[in-house]
């Protein structure tokens, strides 16, 4: 594992942050893109780019601190909220922090998500595998220990991996699943109309692997204390049934106008 691309004491770069910041400006990217195809506006982002980057810092920090609440270091000392040298923080609390803001810049524009939902959706999904493969490099992300037989071992000295014993790959499965659920959209928008379907699918995809493999993910949550599931899960409870109903909505509404 290679915690930091460069590391010299003046200067340190780490692996994972590097692969967040080129995740970050692809995903503006390929929104850019996606508005040109599907015809919505990139401005909606581009000149609400300040918003969309605290909100989504502030939630993703929020969600991990509040899974982590036993650790007294985050309650005792308030700059440890906003230290992140150990870039700990939560996928789901950067997606909720997003939407949050692009929920409400759509209202105060009087434009409808469904029209932005499949860009978005297909966006985010496409830089998902590259920050995992620099939470593998970087050993941020950790698994269970596992006898599957396709377990790996951190053995470096400067990894921040603490265990020495063979673990679940969390990163590389969910690279590997949501590269192939990146396909499965960009694929299927050649032949579906309904892009909003295709982007409420994408979200309803996302969150059953969250849910599902993040019982191999080892780590120690609050939540999974009490009630056997951690806080990533829930919110992909929460996003799955928010899309679920999205799609039955669409699916009314597509019924009437049969009807007529």
């Not at 010299?8 to 893109?33: D, K, V």
């Not at 596992?146 to 265990?163: A, C, K």
């Amino acid at each position: 594992m290679f915690p930091y691309l460069i590391n010299y004491s003046f200067f340190q770069i780490h692996t994972f942050g590097l692969s967040i910041t080129i995740s970050f400006f692809l995903f503006l990217w390929m929104l850019h893109r996606m508005s040109k195809r599907l015809n919505y506006d990139f401005n909606v982002f581009y000149k609400n780019m300040l918003w969309f980057v605290l909100s989504v810092f502030f939630f993703s920090r929020l969600f991990y601190i509040i899974s982590k609440w036993h650790d007294l270091k985050y309650i005792q000392s308030f700059t440890e909220f906003f230290i992140m040298t150990d870039y700990n923080f939560s996928l789901l609390g950067a997606v909720f922090g997003f939407f949050l803001v692009l929920i409400i810049l759509l209202k105060i524009r009087k434009e409808n998500i469904n029209k932005y939902i499949y860009g978005v959706v297909l966006s985010f999904i496409f830089v998902l595998p590259i920050g995992f493969f620099g939470a593998l490099l970087g050993g941020q992300v950790y698994g269970t220990d596992t006898n599957f037989g396709i377990e790996i071992t951190y053995t470096r000295n400067d990894t921040p991996v603490n265990s020495t014993s063979p673990l679940f790959p969390l990163p590389i499965v969910y690279g590997v699943l949501f590269f192939l659920l990146f396909c499965g959209l960009y694929i299927a928008n050649m032949y579906f109309k309904e892009k909003e379907l295709l982007g409420y699918g994408g979200m309803m995809i996302f969150a059953c692997i969250i849910f599902i493999f993040e019982f191999f993910s080892g780590k120690n949550d609050i939540f999974k204390d009490v009630i056997v599931i951690n806080l990533n899960q829930i919110f992909a409870i929460i996003i799955l049934l928010t899309c679920a109903y999205k799609v039955y909505k669409l699916y009314k509404k597509e019924t009437r106008r049969g009807i007529r």
